[in-house]
């Protein structure tokens, strides 16, 4: 994997880091041909955007998602009447999601990968953006990749009646590609386990940072009806939020396995005694 291609698509990158936009297919007639391409494409480009979807069955959209893997029930997001399996990204209804994250990480095994159609945009405005995992651990110091592979983080999430937390490796490899590819996201990465926390705060902030750099980024510009599908193992995403009028996307998220890194190689930290330790904040999530 990726391979060669099993049949040719009309296939236009976004971008040099990750992306790609997919013409010509019906993924409400999906062959296995065509969904094994899609397959081969996703571990590529690591995002594809399959545009001309509109009047997408619900059915459809769950059964694609369904090819890849179990298909979730979303602990906390709304839902689409009669669609259990399809969440409501909504304007509307607080579904701006303008801080980079890779989705559910506070589970001990997050999605493989999120499918996201937009079936309302805006005039202007609501475009999403990715980032490139692997390229951005590949772009680290061969030291600072080193210190990464030995450790772990805490991926936690607060809400009125919901809570979850997840210990995951820091740098984490790709079950189908076998590569590496940094793990933490500004959403849900509360701290480093092996760190004291200052040491912790500074080097979050610095990959969370580094992580969003421009060119290890895609940025697509969404028509109503499109269908993103992004690899949740090794993308961030971002809504960027410059519009006023509705937007609405449904969302299918296909469940993952547990990420595989190495083992950690320091002990969790210890703090002195009435050492300040606890991250103050815990993570950007509470907002949301
Ligand atoms: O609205 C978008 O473009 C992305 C939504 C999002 O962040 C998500 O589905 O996790």
């Given at each position: 994997m990726?391979?060669?291609?099993?049949?040719?698509?009309d296939?236009?990158?976004?971008?040099?880091a990750?992306?790609?936009?997919?013409?010509?297919?019906?993924?409400a007639?999906?062959?296995?041909?065509?969904?094994?391409?899609?397959?081969?494409?996703?571990?590529?480009?690591?995002?594809?955007?399959?545009?001309?979807?509109?009047?997408?069955?619900?059915?459809?959209?769950?059964?694609?998602?369904?090819?890849?893997?179990?298909v979730?029930?979303?602990p906390?997001?709304?839902?689409?009447?009669?669609?259990?399996?399809?969440?409501?990204?909504?304007?509307?209804?607080?579904?701006?999601?303008?801080?980079?994250?890779?989705?559910?990480?506070?589970?001990a095994?997050?999605?493989?990968?999120?499918?996201?159609?937009?079936?309302?945009?805006?005039?202007?405005?609501?475009d999403?953006?990715?980032?490139?995992?692997?390229?951005?651990?590949?772009?680290?110091?061969?030291?600072?990749?080193?210190?990464?592979?030995?450790?772990?983080?805490?991926?936690?999430?607060r809400?009125?009646?919901?809570?979850?937390?997840?210990?995951?490796p820091?740098?984490?490899?790709?079950?189908?590609?076998?590569?590496?590819?940094?793990?933490?996201n500004?959403?849900?990465?509360?701290?480093?386990?092996?760190?004291?926390?200052?040491?912790s705060?500074?080097?979050?902030?610095?990959?969370?940072?580094?992580s969003?750099?421009?060119?290890?980024?895609?940025?697509?510009?969404?028509?109503?009806?499109?269908?993103?599908?992004?690899?949740?193992?090794?993308?961030?995403?971002?809504?960027?939020?410059?519009?006023?009028?509705?937007?609405?996307?449904?969302?299918?998220t296909?469940?993952g396995?547990?990420?595989?890194?190495?083992?950690?190689?320091?002990?969790?930290?210890?703090?002195?005694?009435?050492?300040?330790?606890?991250?103050?904040?815990?993570?950007?999530?509470?907002?949301?």
């Amino acid at each position: 994997m990726p391979g060669s291609p099993t049949v040719a698509l009309d296939v236009r990158p976004l971008s040099g880091a990750l992306g790609a936009e997919v013409r010509g297919v019906q993924l409400a007639e999906l062959t296995d041909e065509v969904f094994a391409e899609l397959h081969r494409l996703l571990l590529r480009y690591l995002v594809i955007v399959i545009t001309g979807q509109q009047g997408l069955p619900p059915e459809a959209h769950v059964a694609f998602g369904r090819r890849f893997g179990e298909v979730e029930l979303h602990p906390y997001l709304p839902r689409l009447d009669g669609h259990q399996e399809i969440v409501i990204i909504d304007s509307e209804r607080g579904g701006k999601v303008d801080v980079w994250h890779t989705d559910m990480t506070f589970h001990a095994s997050p999605p493989l990968a999120s499918i996201l159609q937009l079936v309302q945009c805006p005039g202007q405005g609501g475009d999403t953006m990715w980032t490139n995992q692997y390229l951005v651990y590949e772009s680290l110091s061969a030291p600072v990749r080193d210190m990464l592979d030995g450790l772990t983080a805490i991926h936690a999430i607060r809400k009125t009646g919901f809570e979850s937390r997840a210990e995951h490796p820091v740098v984490r490899v790709h079950p189908e590609t076998g590569r590496r590819s940094l793990y933490v996201n500004r959403l849900f990465t509360s701290h480093i386990v092996q760190l004291s926390r200052n040491e912790s705060d500074a080097l979050l902030q610095f990959l969370f940072e580094f992580s969003t750099s421009p060119a290890f980024t895609c940025r697509y510009r969404w028509r109503t009806g499109d269908v993103a599908m992004w690899d949740n193992r090794v993308t961030q995403h971002y809504a960027v939020n410059d519009y006023t009028e509705p937007r609405r996307g449904q969302r299918v998220t296909v469940l993952g396995d547990h990420p595989a890194g190495n083992p950690p190689r320091w002990d969790p930290y210890q703090p002195a005694p009435g050492e300040r330790y606890w991250p103050a904040q815990v993570n950007a999530m509470e907002q949301y």
